[in-house]
């Protein structure tokens, strides 16, 4: 099973890609998770260049494609999503890409509010289905817990380990399709 992990963060120290990393290490036998690195490279959205098909949206595309699913981890800046985060859900809403694509949510700051209630209504929009069983809030925000941190942590790896379990089981049966 091949999971693709967004973060809507670029910071080399952010909370969400440390989170998203450890959910890699995390991953059982049988699940790839890889965290893509290249949000920072799309264009800003401009419906003008959607025919031109950008290379670093179409290799986005293709990843979200191909996985079987997706983590989306983004922080909350201004009572609303990041601006990379949402210019990547930009580029990818004249496709059909995340079509009931599953996809969890993760929150690594219980603050994070807004940012993950805009997420979850343009995830919806999209028509991706939100799997949630596997989308949790970790309160990592201010422990200076780093991605060693996270992973070793005995109750915050046994939260990941159980949302990723829900994000394949979800997979397996098939449920994001309605059934």
Request: a negative charge; proline letters at 6%; one cysteine or more.
């Amino acid at each position: 099973m091949k999971i693709l992990a967004l973060s809507g963060s670029l910071r080399a120290a952010s909370h969400n890609s440390a989170l998203l990393r450890a959910m890699a290490r995390l991953a059982p036998r049988g699940v790839e998770v890889s965290v893509y690195p290249g949000l920072g490279e799309l264009p800003l959205f401009n419906p003008d260049l959607e025919a031109s098909d950008p290379l670093p949206v179409a290799t986005l595309r293709s990843h979200i494609v191909a996985s079987d699913a997706l983590l989306i981890a983004s922080p909350e800046y201004a009572h609303g999503v990041t601006g990379v985060m949402k210019n990547a859900l930009d580029w990818m809403v004249g496709c059909e890409a995340f079509v009931h694509k599953p996809v969890a949510l993760l929150n690594a700051s219980p603050r994070a509010t807004h940012a993950q209630a805009a997420l979850r209504e343009t995830i919806s929009v999209m028509s991706a289905h939100i799997v949630e069983g596997a989308s949790i809030t970790v309160p990592i925000l201010g422990s200076k817990l780093t991605e060693d941190g996270i992973a070793d942590h005995t109750e915050i790896s046994a939260s990941l380990r159980m949302a990723l379990a829900a994000l394949c089981d979800a997979v397996s049966r098939g449920t994001y399709q309605g059934e």
